[in-house]
């Protein structure tokens, strides 16, 4: 009861954050801010936004085949359709409470492919690297072509500069971050009481080792260039995912590279600073456009409809990839 209690309002506190950014930003928003809002989103071409959405899900295949390519030096290559569903469900569930999902895919592998926990996680650690790597690389060619726009946006009015004290949703973040290492120092008490500490000891190497292997595992990369090419494609279509949900709105028709480069390196931090991006992603897009041109009322209602197909989809592919697992993993009657 204790453990559902924490859950929920771990669960809360993320949302409410997500839920106060939008508060914050509506509320600075004039009568003829929102009127442009709900212009916009009467006026877009939907056809534009439903692209995001579906080129998102391509990139996911490519994600699923490169977790498989990550798995295979550790002794298991699961199927790709579990190993999909898995992808679509870590957002799914990303969207109740950041980095749930993760952890949700690794246990949908170790139940219907028999790949250990401690395997897989490691392995997504990986992948998170990469990952964090390829935005900083994107944030390492916006520093190099459009240096004076990205000193602009970072003393923009509304973003701390790092000097200042600390706000509220750093401390509860704190609060967050120390809860969680309560519950690890308490989990490990309970566990020392019940099954002794040359056991615990036991247990914990083991865990450890098979985590290492699975961190280990991009060194034995069967394929390193196919490896590659999932990796790059990734944020390739990420980007594409922004540039082509532009020519929704007139004003934002004409925008190129640049922008949806900028989009796509603040967006990317904006998506996992509440569960699935909520408030933080369409505030970060206004921003950024306005230092195009673009006012933030029509860059906040583009990153709102770019959020809203995108969530949409989520919802939907993470209700229908659930069956699917539940349907291809039935036991033999």
Not at 68 to 88: D, Q, R
Not at 172 to 187: F, M, P, Q, R
Not at 215 to 236: A, D, G, M, Q
Request: include cysteine; proline fraction near 4%.
């Amino acid at each position: 009861m204790k453990k559902k209690i924490i859950q929920a309002l771990k669960i809360a506190v993320s949302l409410g954050l997500g839920v106060g950014l939008i508060v914050w930003f509506v509320r600075q928003l004039s009568d003829e801010d929102l009127q442009t809002i709900r212009g916009a989103f009467m006026r877009a071409d939907y056809l534009w936004i439903m692209l995001a959405p579906f080129i998102g899900t391509i990139s996911n295949i490519s994600r699923a085949r490169r977790w498989i390519m990550l798995l295979e030096p550790t002794g298991h290559k699961p199927g790709f359709v579990n190993t999909f569903c898995s992808v679509i469900i870590m957002y799914f569930f990303n969207m109740l409470f950041p980095r749930l999902g993760e952890v949700t895919r690794c246990t949908i592998l170790a139940r219907y492919e028999k790949v250990p926990l401690d395997k897989s996680i490691g392995t997504m650690v990986v992948e998170r690297v990469v990952d964090m790597f390829s935005l900083l690389a994107v944030g390492a060619i916006l520093m190099i072509i459009e240096s004076d726009r990205l000193l602009t946006f970072y003393r923009a009015k509304g973003w701390r500069d790092p000097s200042q004290t600390p706000q509220e949703g750093d401390t509860v973040n704190w609060i967050i971050y120390a809860g969680i290492i309560l519950l690890v120092i308490a989990a490990l008490f309970y566990m020392q009481r019940r099954y002794g500490l040359a056991k615990l000891k036991q247990m914990i190497k083991n865990r450890m080792v098979g985590f290492i292997e699975g961190v280990k595992s991009i060194r034995y990369v069967r394929n390193p260039w196919e490896f590659t090419f999932h990796s790059l494609f990734i944020w390739f279509c990420y980007y594409l995912m922004l540039q082509l949900s532009f020519p929704a709105l007139d004003e934002t028709a004409k925008l190129g590279v640049s922008p949806a480069l900028a989009c796509l390196f603040f967006g990317g931090f904006a998506m996992v600073a509440t569960p699935g991006g909520i408030g933080a992603y369409p505030l970060a897009i206004a921003k950024v456009l306005a230092l195009y041109g673009i006012m933030e009322s029509v860059g906040y209602a583009l990153g709102s409809l770019i959020w809203v197909a995108q969530v949409g989809v989520i919802l939907l592919g993470g209700g229908i990839c659930l069956i699917i697992l539940a349907l291809m993993n039935r036991e033999p009657e």
